[in-house]
């Protein structure tokens, strides 16, 4: 399955001719996946102040399941954390009927430390955020604008920090294939922390922002897998 998706529900999107629910389902189904999950965006504080349509939202994905009985479909969303609106994206979620979160940091304050470390800092404050969610996403994100490697035995400490509290509380880890692989993120050194901690495989998420991304690199990113996990 695809665990990463986005659609027209999301502005980002939106904006570079992402298709409308069934053809999405169209396109998992050409690539031989057997289902996927819609992660839209919600990010508090971004895009002009834009919030999904709840009603439309879930009305649009709950047809596209019922049209199409042969995928497993699940509905979700991407929160973006930012502790400033934590409280506000709780509040805004917490009755939805959410099968899925995906808990990333896409904004992030600038510490008076290294880009990454500040990042990373962002994703262990993301772990205590006060809406319930099941995997991180994207875990080198930052590496697609900065283009250095963000290695583990350079944030062992942080990363570690991150590895325990995720493994004691059950929460998945992402591998991410929006991008040329390699690099995956996140990278062998932290996966193979990962997995001495307790973690178990990653789920794999495209992160496709339009439909002829979706399940992007999986093939590579499953064979990377099977050297860690298997």
């Not at 991407?78 to 009755?95: N, S, Y």
């Not at 808990?103 to 992030?108: F, K, Q």
Request: proline share 6%; with cysteine.
């Amino acid at each position: 399955m695809d665990c990463h998706i986005h659609s027209t529900f999301s502005p980002d999107a939106l904006s570079i001719g992402a298709d409308l629910p069934q053809k999405i389902a169209d396109k998992v189904r050409a690539r031989a996946l057997r289902g996927f999950i819609i992660t839209d965006h919600l990010d508090i504080g971004h895009w002009n102040g834009y919030i999904i349509d709840f009603d439309k939202y879930f009305s649009a994905w709950n047809r596209v399941r019922d049209d199409n009985p042969d995928l497993t479909i699940y509905i979700g969303l991407e929160v973006g954390f930012e502790k400033q609106h934590d409280k506000q994206t709780a509040k805004l979620i917490k009755d939805l009927p959410l099968e899925y979160v995906i808990n990333s940091v896409h904004y992030y304050p600038h510490e008076d430390s290294p880009p990454y470390l500040s990042y990373l800092n962002a994703i262990r404050q993301s772990l205590d955020a006060d809406y319930a969610f099941n995997t991180i996403g994207h875990i080198g994100f930052l590496e697609r604008y900065k283009g250095d490697p963000m290695l583990y035995n350079d944030y062992r400490e942080i990363m570690d920090d991150i590895i325990k509290t995720a493994v004691s509380r059950g929460i998945r880890i992402e591998e991410n294939t929006n991008a040329p692989l390699p690099p995956h993120q996140p990278r062998e050194g932290f996966l193979r922390a990962y997995k001495a901690a307790g973690g178990i495989r990653p789920v794999l998420g495209s992160d496709a922002h339009t439909s002829d991304k979706i399940g992007q690199h999986f093939k590579e990113a499953n064979e990377f897998l099977d050297g860690i996990f298997d």
